[in-house]
């Protein structure tokens, strides 16, 4: 029991990572950017470049090369629409998703490529009579830090305060002179880098790379949102976890023949939650708060 707690843990924290990089965006401009899962692609294509580095500078220069990515994203793609509806910003999510797949996919093929970036952190510990990973166990540190530096941004700097606000009524933020375009390219750099940091684990997890790698964990950030609640960011977060530890215990405890059946338990799961908590388990009816 105590080990798939273990599991859990480190899995939903990785699912937070790419959950509250989508959660963001939403949160002010009320944009579910599926060209969020291309940020995790191109993060991971960028570890590749970069993995015979030292692996603190190969994920160091990662960070850069994607919030650079979401910046253009945000500057070229989303600036241009920012005042239309949500559906042509949906719809320019869409779009640009397929953009940058096509883009990798002419770059690199379509065959997975395979990467190891783990160095010492493949390595187990014993803590307490429990195995656990090193990446395990940096994928919750790193993390834990990235949500209290989070915290810490929005309520205890100007900027943040003003994304805050602007989560709460962005029309009158602006009226009350808040700068819509730096607010707004914060969201984006800020989740560009919860992008890459998943980008690197998920890499260093998994050791297989491929131009549509970033679909399913964009799928999967999207479920945690809706499951944690929308009224709130920091339910993207408690989403994720509730989200993996559902994974994980189903893993654990499904009986051989029902194994296959494990994700299609885990959304019955989900659905049951939203029966009783139709608003997620932390979100609340109507207002977006941080």
Same mark, same amino acid.
């Given at each position: ?6 599991n ?9 990572l790419?959950a509250?990089g989508?959660a ?11 060209? !969020? ?7 991971? $294509?960028?570890?590749?470049?970069? !993995? ?6 190969a ?6 090369v ?6 253009? %994203?945000e500057?070229?793609?989303?600036r ?8 042509? %910003?949906?719809m320019?999510?869409f ?8 883009g990798v996919?002419l ?15 493949g390595?187990?510990i ?6 656990v990973?090193r990446?395990?166990?940096?994928i919750?540190?790193v ?8 915290a ?9 305060v ?21 607010v ?5 750099g ?18 297989t ?10 799928l999967?950030?999207?479920v ?8 709130r960011l920091?339910?993207?977060a408690?989403?994720? $976890? ?10 654990? $405890?499904?009986?051989?023949g029902l194994?296959? $059946?494990r ?11 939203l029966l009783?908590?139709? !608003?997620?388990?932390?979100g ?5 708060r941080?």
């Amino acid at each position: 029991m105590a080990q798939n707690l273990v599991n859990a843990l480190s899995l939903g924290s990785l699912y937070a990572l790419i959950a509250l990089g989508i959660a963001l965006l939403f949160s002010i401009m009320g944009l579910i950017n599926f060209a !969020h899962g291309e940020l995790i692609t191109v993060g991971g $294509y960028a570890l590749l470049a970069f !993995h015979r580095l030292p692996f603190a500078v190969a994920a160091g220069l990662v960070v850069a090369v994607v919030v650079a990515a979401a910046l253009l %994203m945000e500057r070229l793609a989303f600036r241009p629409v920012r005042g239309a509806s949500g559906e042509t %910003m949906l719809m320019t999510s869409f779009a640009l998703s397929l953009l940058i797949q096509g883009g990798v996919l002419l770059k690199e093929g379509a065959d997975p490529q395979s990467v190891d970036v783990l160095g010492g952190l493949g390595a187990s510990i014993d803590v307490g009579g429990l195995s656990v990973g090193r990446l395990d166990l940096a994928i919750v540190g790193v993390t834990a830090v990235l949500l209290a530096g989070l915290a810490w941004f929005l309520r205890a700097t100007p900027l943040g305060v003003q994304m805050r606000a602007a989560a709460e009524d962005f029309t009158m933020a602006r009226a009350l002179g808040i700068r819509a375009d730096r607010v707004v390219a914060t969201a984006f750099g800020v989740s560009g880098a919860f992008a890459a940091v998943a980008a690197v684990f998920l890499v260093a997890r998994t050791g297989t790379l491929t131009p549509s790698m970033g679909l399913s964990p964009v799928l999967v950030g999207f479920v945690a949102i809706v499951l944690g609640g929308l009224g709130r960011l920091w339910a993207a977060a408690i989403g994720a $976890y509730v989200l993996a530890a559902l994974s994980v215990m189903l893993q654990a $405890y499904l009986p051989g023949g029902l194994a296959a $059946y494990r994700d299609a338990l885990v959304y019955l799961g989900i659905i049951v939650i939203l029966l009783f908590r139709p !608003h997620g388990i932390a979100g609340r009816p109507g207002g977006v708060r941080v």
